[in-house]
């Protein structure tokens, strides 16, 4: 029962997310490209001021894998990184932990390119 709870917390969670970038699409101008930027900006500035932690810790994966998770894994990362190597972890750290999301997102790319057979319009 318990894991029910959870995957119903995450769905809700990741839902709203989507629903808000499916409102910024349909009601404003924004391109898709500024709209992925405003989640991932809003992902950072969340965790900044200390309102995205606690959603991650209550919605799990709902709240880390929209892209506004990405925005989260990059800012504490660059705290960590702070913390353990100084003003230098500000450039490394985004870089560190977001690397594996990066490179799974590469490497399905590659994949996908390789298996999908495009059609001239």
């Known amino acids: 029962m318990e894991i029910l709870i959870d995957l119903l917390k995450a769905f809700a969670v990741g839902g709203v997310i989507c629903l808000i970038g499916q409102i910024l699409i349909d009601k404003t101008k924004l391109t898709p490209g500024r709209i992925l930027v405003a989640f991932v900006v809003a992902g950072v500035v969340l965790t900044a001021v ?71 319009k």
């Open 50 to 120: 200390g309102v995205y932690e606690p959603l991650v810790n209550w919605a799990g994966a709902g709240a880390t894998v929209p892209l506004t998770g990405f925005g989260y894994a990059m800012a504490k990362g660059v705290e960590k990184a702070i913390a353990e190597q100084g003003i230098r972890g500000i450039i490394t750290g985004g870089f560190t932990a977001a690397s594996a999301g990066v490179t799974a997102a590469v490497i399905c790319g590659l994949i996908a390119s390789l298996i999908a057979r495009p059609k001239e």
